[in-house]
């Protein structure tokens, strides 16, 4: 037969279905031997979830801020990467400064009004110099002193009031402005070294309408190429809004544009009156309803919980009965002072109880707007991203290290001021991710794998299902356990098993450079049939031979501090805890969201230190000592 003949049979075979080719089923025996099972003996191989933890700081200025650069800053965005990478520096007041150990990531996030205008000042720039006031400002901050403080004191004011000079105001699409944004940009393309050093482009945008502080970190995953499409947006008209709304809109218009992804970081929530979690009506009008809600939650996915300006989990009056509520409390007003706190202002101001009025808003308007994961970071005014108590270089960089720092107010209106002492030493985030990349980091921060602490670089594993049992506490790999049997912190628990209780896997090992663990408890919000609000914190697992009493709660640690020479022993506490908890009192009815704390033993606190090194006294009301924490991401229980 022609070869012709015999391909035009096989090709009408194979068209109809009846291909020579197709031979009869083997045996499964055969096919065994075909597909040999895989020898399994490494524990690491396959393990397709991330696996270490990245540190970072998302909310540092430099002198390109218009308040750090009136408050002495002189570092760059430059200098700030560099001094993160853990590069030695010169601050701006004349200390060497090094960190203790690298960062792994840095968000640059001068303020995004005026940005640029300071070092535009300070080097005598003509455009500065031709307008009256600008020659004035200038000749007050070369003179130095006194005089160059009042200076400053005026520019801020000036801007926060709305009567700044509109000849030297740096407003997007001026070229001081533009020149500001790119340095900015090219400080983080030239640091980003994807694997080693990850550099993210970003922002502040500082709505203080009133006092009220509201402000916003925006983070692009994106590089200069995406980031320089549009320049960030403000706070004041034309250019900008001081409502989040709005901001929300330009992070949608930002994404259309350019194919980029951005989010937003809300921080600094006990600064706000009670304006940063409404549950009615926000601040600039309108409800909270669906739309609010769904944008919110769109584009906010995390929340500063802790900082320089004090720390935002929780309020001893929001949650009395729990004995660390009232940790680094910030509580006398809004961010300049110009109006007190009241106890009702309270409600809207802390991460804690915003978890719960998310369950409340779900509920009223179908979508939670509050459901964020928590961060910490430092939001310092220096270009040095330091929150070790040991090595804390403060504020602003007026409220750098010397002898007068911890007496002297770190802010001052009237009567009313935040004590120098009054400043925390805090904090960083940890981010699980599979690798350092901007894509990698920026993806956990979406799905809200991170967790905060006040400073010390603790490794925290939280996990929630249906199934962990106290065995699971034995494997030396939790994560394994943990993605495979549940979900992160971060994450929804899936369909409930019939008859089952939430179950929660959480471990813990200590910075080698920091104190042991005291405990770790979980902290569990919902709402009880009434709709309203409840809490309850759990000890879960805790070092030492102690015992809870019968309303749950667990002696002190102790304290080893000694305040003389600012040491102290880890010879209480241990180094790691494991533990998995069943909520004991579980409703399926009914919204629930959990989050776990892990407790530090008490160390000396960075006042103690500076009382040792420069050998003063400090004010009785500062504390001596402090149990750092660590927050971790919730997850959400919805019936």
């Known amino acids: 037969m022609p070869i012709s003949r015999i391909f035009s049979i096989a090709l009408l075979l194979a068209y109809t279905g009846f291909s020579s080719a197709q031979a009869p089923m ?83 996030a001068d303020h995004s009004d005026n940005m640029g205008f300071f070092p535009k000042l300070n080097s005598g720039d003509p455009a500065m110099l031709a307008d009256p006031t600008g020659q004035r400002w200038y000749d007050m901050i070369q003179e130095g002193g006194q005089t160059a403080t009042a200076a400053a004191v005026e520019i801020i004011q000036s801007l ?108 600094n929530g006990n600064m706000s009156n009670g304006h940063m979690f409404p549950t009615n009506r926000p601040l600039y ?36 009965n729990d004995e660390f509520a009232d940790y680094e409390t910030w509580a006398v007003g809004n961010l300049d002072l110009s109006e007190l706190k009241t106890d009702k202002m309270l409600v809207g101001e802390y991460g804690r109880t915003a978890l719960q009025l998310g369950l409340q808003l779900k509920n009223k308007t179908g979508v939670n707007p509050y459901k964020f994961g928590f961060i910490g970071a430092t939001d310092s005014h220096t270009g040095l991203a330091t929150a070790e108590e040991n090595n804390f270089f403060g504020k602003h960089s ?21 004590p120098g002492w009054s400043m925390v030493a805090s904090g960083y985030q940890g981010v699980w991710a599979k690798e350092n990349t901007r894509e990698a980091l920026f993806d956990a921060m979406m799905r809200k794998e991170t967790y905060a602490t006040t400073g010390p670089r603790m ?111 880890n010879s209480i506490g241990e180094p790691e805890l494991i533990g998995v908890w069943t909520d004991p009192e579980f409703d399926p009815d009914v919204d629930a969201v959990y989050y776990a704390r892990v407790m530090e033993i008490p160390t000396p606190r960075w006042t103690t230190y500076e009382a040792v090194r420069f050998g003063i006294d400090i004010p009785e009301d500062a504390p001596t000592s402090t149990q750092e924490r660590a927050y971790t991401s919730a997850i959400w229980y919805t019936p």
């Open 26 to 108: 083997p045996s499964e025996e055969s096919l065994e031997r075909a597909f040999p099972k895989q020898p399994k003996f490494s524990p690491y191989v396959d393990r397709n979830f991330p696996t270490k933890v990245f540190w970072g700081d998302t909310h540092l200025h430099t002198g390109n801020s218009l308040d750090a650069g009136a408050f002495g800053a002189r570092l760059t965005p430059d200098d700030a990467y560099k001094f993160a990478k853990g590069e030695q520096l010169t601050s701006s007041s004349g200390f060497k400064a090094r960190l203790g150990q690298p960062l792994d990531f840095l968000v640059v």
């Open 160 to 267: 926060t009031g709305n009567s700044f000079p509109e000849a030297l105001y740096l407003a997007p699409g001026t070229p001081g402005y533009r020149d500001a944004w790119e340095q900015t940009m090219d400080a983080a393309e030239k640091h980003n070294e994807p694997g080693k050093f990850t550099a993210f482009i970003g922002y502040e945008w500082t709505s203080t309408d009133g006092g009220f502080n509201l402000h916003r970190v925006v983070i692009y995953r994106d590089d200069k190429s995406k980031a320089s499409m549009m320049e960030p947006y403000t706070t004041l008209p034309p250019w900008g809004s001081p409502d989040p709304r709005e901001l929300w809109k330009w992070l949608g218009k930002y994404e259309d544009r350019t194919g980029g992804e951005i989010l937003a970081i809300a921080h």
């Open 285 to 320: 009008g309108g409800k909270v309803d669906r739309d609010y809600a769904e944008q919110r939650a769109r584009w906010e996915p995390l929340y500063e919980i802790t900082q320089i300006k004090g720390d935002g989990e929780a309020h001893p009056l929001l949650s009395p």
């Open 398 to 418: 007026g409220a750098e290290p010397n002898a007068l720092r911890v007496k002297h107010p770190m802010a001052k209106v009237g009567e009313n001021e935040y």
């Open 459 to 569: 490794l925290v594993r939280f996990f929630g299902g249906w199934e962990f049992t106290e065995a699971d506490t034995m494997n030396r790999l939790p994560a394994d356990i943990g993605y495979a049997k549940g979900v992160p912190m971060g994450g929804d628990l899936n369909q409930r098993p019939q008859g089952k209780s939430p179950s929660f896997l959480v471990a813990a090992l200590r910075d080698p450079q920091s104190g042991n663990l005291d405990r770790i408890q979980i902290v569990k919000g919902w709402l009880d049939k009434g709709g309203k609000r409840q809490e309850k914190i759990y000890n879960v697992v805790w070092s030492g031979e102690r015992t809870l009493d019968a309303e749950g709660k667990l002696p002190p640690v102790g304290n080893t501090v000694d305040v003389e020479t600012a040491t102290w022993t």
